[in-house]
């Protein structure tokens, strides 16, 4: 009768253990991003144009370094980004984030971006894990060009840069004033960042 008993315990407790393991493994069944109770922080980015945000005859790009070194940063030849630098693009077809690595897919911002101000300005939000979280600094520079993306309207004089600590706020302006009066809705009059959460 006592052989039975302790063979019966030991069941039960093979299967307690069991299920006590499985529970264990699936903590974040999300995936990536940050744990249970953690904080993400975030990149909001807002550029400013002298006309209106049109996607209908050109297309809005923000080049992002995120090596954390300040330096020569993001150029404004849009040819060179891909591959050296994560960067958004916005078009007619909607707001994409493109990573570095150019085998991985871009990511839809469509739900994380907004047109204002009398739609003379762009937002776009940006969580800084989708930009595998850098240390250090991220380079900033914004790109304006025709429908093709073979014509540069404008871009930043310099890159600017913005501290990854939380709250820090960073601008660069465009002082370039050579477009035509059909391309004011290309011309970049200020760029904004912050990192939020």
Not at 94 to 110: A, F, H, M, R, V
Request: proline letters at 3%; aromatic letters at 10%; glycine letters at 10%.
């Amino acid at each position: 009768m006592r052989i039975i008993n302790v063979e019966r315990a030991i069941i039960i407790f093979l299967i307690i253990g069991t299920l006590t393991v499985a529970a264990g493994c699936a903590r974040w069944p999300d995936g990536p991003g940050p744990e249970p109770g953690g904080t993400e922080y975030q990149l909001e980015i807002t550029v400013e144009v002298k006309g209106v945000i049109n996607t209908s005859d050109g297309i809005y790009y923000i080049g992002l370094d995120t090596d954390g070194q300040t330096g020569i940063g993001v150029g404004s030849d849009i040819d060179y980004w891909e591959g050296n630098y994560y960067y958004i693009k916005l078009d007619s077809t909607g707001c994409y984030l493109y990573p570095k690595d150019e085998s991985s897919s871009s990511i839809s911002l469509n739900s994380s971006y907004t047109i204002f101000d009398n739609e003379k300005k762009l937002q776009v939000t940006i969580a800084l894990s989708d930009l595998g979280d850098p240390e250090g600094s991220i380079g900033i520079n914004v790109v304006t060009t025709d429908s093709d993306g073979s014509t540069t309207y404008d871009h930043l004089d310099d890159n600017f840069y913005i501290n990854t600590e939380l709250y820090s706020k960073e601008e660069g302006i465009s002082s370039t004033d050579l477009l035509e009066e059909e391309e004011v809705d290309f011309d970049i009059t200020e760029v904004k960042a912050v990192i939020t959460n």
